[in-house]
């Protein structure tokens, strides 16, 4: 994990929500459905215990990996942004592909945060690393799968 992982406030709110639930209803949980396994007899051929096992290494992990990112996150707010009008961290972007005219708008997030469904993308994403510095009025070239894509950059806001 890099020194500070960049995540906007919802983003880090997401994280804490899901951490709450995993300490206190999934770690609750899975402790009691281990308890009913062991006692349930002989834990050699004891599929349910063995399931629960797994379980509980994956909250876990799960918790401990939101804890680290979370004491390195650096958490930035879009709305406070002032960049000037220029595509950064957080911001939240309408483009025109120059080719089919079609109008796509996606905001600029972490890894946690990405989901093409609901428009946000990672920072370190194909098209968000062509957008970043970009003013409105600019051009970027995104090298996609399916080709070279050119949008231009049409509004940038921080919301």
């Known amino acids: ?8 406030k919802r983003g880090a709110e997401a994280l804490k929500t899901e951490l709450h639930r995993l300490k206190t209803v999934d770690r609750p949980f899975i402790i ?6 062991r006692a349930q007899g002989d834990l050699s051929e004891n599929a349910d215990y063995d399931a629960a096992k797994d379980r ?3 909250i876990e992990g799960r918790i401990q990996e939101i804890e680290g990112k979370l004491s390195v996150a650096s958490v930035i707010d879009p709305a406070s942004l002032n960049a000037g009008g220029k595509v950064v ?16 708008t996606y905001q600029i997030v ?11 993308i990672n920072i370190s994403s194909p098209i968000a690393r062509a ?9 970027a070239e995104v090298q996609t799968p399916g080709g070279l894509k050119h949008y231009e950059v049409v ?3 921080y919301i």
Do not use: H, Y
Not at 1 to 8: A, D, E, G, L, Y
């Open 1 to 8: 994990m890099s020194s500070t992982f960049p995540v906007t």
């Open 32 to 37: 009691n459905a281990i308890a009913e396994a």
């Open 56 to 58: 509980q290494g994956f």
């Open 89 to 104: 961290f957080g911001a939240t972007v309408d483009l025109e592909d120059e080719d089919s005219g079609q109008a796509v």
């Open 110 to 120: 972490g890894e946690d945060e990405a989901d093409l469904k609901l428009g946000r």
């Open 131 to 139: 957008l970043i510095g970009k003013s409105e009025g600019d051009s």
């Open 155 to 157: 509004t940038v806001r």
